[in-house]
Nanobody
């Protein structure tokens, strides 16, 4: 059974930092492209960042580029999202996702999903 479990969300003031984790089991983690998406209140799910299988290529949404870093630890089957200079508009549920095929910046490109972790940024 494939499981993706996010953690690390919480309440933070604007300008603060958080590190999200996504622990994966039930699949061969190193064979998967991994990504973070988020869904804010009343909004559609949107792409945040993605990593290639071995983490040598990373991709970012324009809205977060320069403020977040995605990383993939294949030895621990865990993915991370380091977020800095957080803004109130970053408030959302953050989801991790896995794809065996290729990089994508749309939700339909991913096969497996976690349940999400809430990030709230206060002004």
């Amino acid at each position: 059974q494939v499981q993706l479990v996010e953690s690390g969300g919480g309440l933070v003031q604007a300008g603060g930092s958080l590190r999200l984790s996504c622990a994966v089991s039930g699949l061969t983690f190193r064979n998967y492209y991994m990504a973070w998406f988020r869904q804010g209140p009343g909004k559609e799910r949107e792409f945040v960042a993605a990593s290639s299988r071995i983490g040598d290529n990373t991709f970012y949404a324009d809205s977060v580029r320069g403020r977040v870093t995605i990383s993939k630890d294949n030895a621990k089957s865990t993915m991370y999202l380091q977020m800095t200079s957080l803004k109130p508009e970053d408030t959302a549920i953050y989801y991790c996702a896995a794809s065996p095929n290729s990089y994508s910046n749309i939700p339909a490109g991913y096969t497996f999903w976690g349940q999400g972790t809430q990030v709230t940024v206060s002004s």
